[in-house]
């Protein structure tokens, strides 16, 4: 699976931005879809997941204001980001990720996709 994240741009603090990751190939299969984001110095954080049976997860720091969703027909992952801080400032990219058995038994997969860049103004 090949995956592309856009969307990005520069906003104001309190702003709202959406980004999509569209996946060449099919996310259904996937056990769970993520957004990701990294800034300078610091280590790659979970913004928020969505599992096949579309549960999701956040990062405390995105509670309330970001909202992940999917669409396994156009195979697109969603991130709603509403009420935008500085500190959201930072490239996000997506994941994909699925478990599936091989001749080597359980085995998990990682796909990464490129990214886009957000930058929250004050």
């Known amino acids: 699976v090949q995956l592309q994240a856009f969307g990005g741009g520069m906003v104001q603090a309190g702003g709202s931005l959406r980004l999509s990751c569209a996946a060449c190939g099919s996310i259904s299969s996937m056990n769970v879809m993520g957004w990701y984001r990294r800034t300078p110095g610091k280590e790659r954080e979970l913004v928020a997941r969505?599992?096949?049976?579309?549960?999701?997860n956040y990062a405390d720091s995105v509670k309330g204001r970001f909202t992940i969703s999917k669409d396994n027909a156009k195979n697109t992952v969603y991130l709603q980001m509403n009420s935008l801080k500085p500190e959201d400032t930072a490239f996000y990219y997506c994941?994909?990720?699925?478990?599936?058995?091989?001749?080597?038994?359980?085995?998990?997969?990682?796909?990464w996709g490129k990214g886009t860049q957000v930058t929250v103004s004050s």
């Open positions: 994941n994909a990720h699925r478990v599936y058995y091989s001749n080597s038994g359980l085995t998990s997969q990682d796909y």
């Open positions: 969505i599992g096949s049976s579309r549960s999701t």
